[in-house]
Structure formats: C-alpha cells, structure tokens
C-alpha cells in the first residue's frame, strides 16, 4: 500500500479540472439547484437535470472519446458527480450510476459490446444501471440465488434483484447470475447485458426511501428472459471478479458524491449562520458556532483530499485502488452525514423544516454510508488489505 509523494503529486487538479468544476457548477445552479425541493418531496426522477446532463456532456462522461463520449478521467468525472450532489443527491446519482453500470463493459466487455452499448450511453440516449444486490445477498454477494441457464449460444435468466438504482429509467442492465450452481463459490457466477425491451424483465414497485427520493430505487424481476451469448460480459464465471473489480473504481465517485452533499450543507450553514442575530449579532460571531464551522470545513477538506487521491489511483488502476476506493468512501461518506447532521443543528429548529435543504442533504448523505458496500464493509477491505 504505497504513500509516496508521488501519489499526491498525481491526484493535483489542473486548470481543465477546475475549468470543468465551473461549468458543471454553472448548470448544477441553474438547471439543477431550482428542481431539488421538488424533486424530493414528490419523489419524483429529476428530468430537468437528466436533460440538462445530456445537454452538457456531463450525463456519462467517463465514456471513452473512441465511443463518443468527452473522455473525462477518474477525477474528471468525480469533479461532475461532486458539483451536481452539491444542490442534489438524486440527480448526481445520474452519472454517477451510469459509470456503476456501464464499469463492467468498460473493464471486461468484448469491443463488439463497448460500441454497442457504451455509444448510446454517451450520446445520452440510454442509461445505465447495475444489478448485483438480492434481497439476501447484499454484502454477501456471493450467497446470489438469480440464475442464467445456457441454452445453446443464448443463456436463461431467471430471479431478481434489489435495491436497484435508476431502475425502470435505464435502458441498460449489467447484471449477474449464477451459471454454474455446483460450481466454487465466487467462481460460478457470470455478468450479462440485460436491455429495457427484453421480454420476461420486469420492474418491483418503487422503494420509499429516507433520501434520494429523486432515484428510482426498484426491485429486477427475470421471467426465464432469454439474453444472447454475445451479452455475456467477459468469460463465464469471471462475473463477480469483474462486479469487485467494479466497485472499488466506482465506491470513488461515492465519496466524491458525500464531498459534494457535504459541501452543499456547509455553504448552506455558513450563509445562514452570517444572516441570523440572536443576543444582537450574528450567530457567526459565537465562537462555539465558529468552532463547529471550522471542523465541518477541515473534515470536509480531508475528505475531498482522500477521493482525488483515490481517484488518480482509479485512473492509473493501481494495485492499491481498493485500499483506497473502500477508504475514500467510507471516510467521506461518515464526514458526510457528520456536517450535514451538524448543518442542521447550526439552522437550529429552521433546520429541522422543509423550508430549507439541509435536512435533505442529511437523509440524502446517509445512504452514501449504505450503498457500494456498507462502511462496515469498507472496513473490511480496508483491512485485509493491510493484513495482505
């Protein structure tokens, strides 16, 4: 596990990054920031910021420039999801799962699957989502009862999926299944490509979640859907490799979205607390408030440092990413709940209200500790990794 000056040196933003930081800032404000409330308290999906997404480039911008998409790099495409968490979690959640779904493809699919799918994932046309969780197989992935039975050169899927992000708005499914149910544990399963239109695929009923209530989140239904042979994602029984492989790049751009929740909930704090008077000044001007302030910004600064670091080690893939990833993650996403909840004790009883965003910002900043693995988990990795 290597800390060398290097490593830091690498993860620096350049003037593009910061360029880019600006204009994704830019729409995050203009397009995205007036919808939030909405978008929440009618649980509904964030169409304006998908639009505005596509419009700008910044739907899937981690698709490489050969598929027509801009290319952007692992801080790049951080640097997007940041901005856009910071006004709204479920809106962030738009590039942020397309790179979750779209991952598999990138790190293990033939070239005849990345042109195919990752085209129109560029062009904004089809989103992209990923199916790995089951009901009873959440951190223990491998305990996985959905099913994919060869039948000549096409496979049989059948079972289903929970807890699935976007589902219903994405045309594009990676999900994966046991192929060979006698076979080692870890060893016997397979990812595939499963599209909108297949028939026997269908939706559960949306969850009623704490936060994110922009994004969809539904159960995958699999009714002996037949998937042709050219939709398996690399070679039968690397499909939870390649799901692990998955995840420590995207448990990245979770960090970067509790950064950018936390982030939105201390600019909201600071303006509030130079505003309000009580005792004839500002509330800004207490020291007991000063204090919290300052360990919100110092907290939220280490948290920032450690997803760029973890980033720059995502785009080179180094052997240490998943050190990193499980790290940045987990650290960022427990700052993240930490300011926010601190966020609404500074707005005192206004921020126990709906009429400002920061009680949105601490439901949609918990589930960053949940999801791509509970912290819980990322200690784990994170362990064994020093063990190793």
Known sequence: MSTGTSDFDLFKTTEDHEALREAVRAVAEAKIAPHAADVD????????AHDALVAADFFAPHVAEEYGGVGADALATCIVIEEVARVCASSSLIPAVNKLGSMPVILAGSEELKAKYLTPLAEGKAAFSYGLSEREAGSDTASMKCRAKADGDDWILSGQKSWITNAGVSEY??????????????????????????????FGEKERKLGIKGSPTRELHFDNVRIPGDRVVGAPGEGLK?????????????????????????????????DRQQFGKKIAEF??????????????????????????????????????????????????????????????????????????MMRDAKITQIYEGTNQVQRIVMARQVLR
Not at 173 to 185: C, M, S
Not at 310 to 318: F, L, M, P, V, Y
């Open 41 to 48: 308290e009618n649980s509904r999906y964030p169409q304006e």
């Open 173 to 202: 499914y990676t999900v994966l299944a046991v192929t060979d149910p006698e076979g080692r544990r870890g060893a016997n399963v397979t990812a595939f490509v499963v599209e909108k239109s297949d028939e026997g695929f269908t």
């Open 242 to 274: 390649i799901a692990l492989q998955t995840l420590d790049h995207t448990r990245v751009t979770i960090g970067a979205q509790a950064v950018g929740i936390a982030q939105g909930a201390l600019d909201a704090a600071v303006a509030y607390v130079k």
């Open 287 to 360: 020291q007991g408030v000063q204090f919290m302030l300052a360990d919100m910004a110092m907290k939220l600064e280490a948290a920032r440092g450690m997803v760029y670091a973890a980033a720059a080690k995502s785009e080179r893939a180094d052997p240490d990413l998943s050190f990193f990833g499980a790290a940045a993650k987990c650290f960022a996403s427990d700052v993240a709940m930490e300011i926010t909840t601190d966020a609404v004790q500074l707005f005192g009883g206004a921020g126990y209200t709906r009429d400002f965003p920061v009680e949105r």
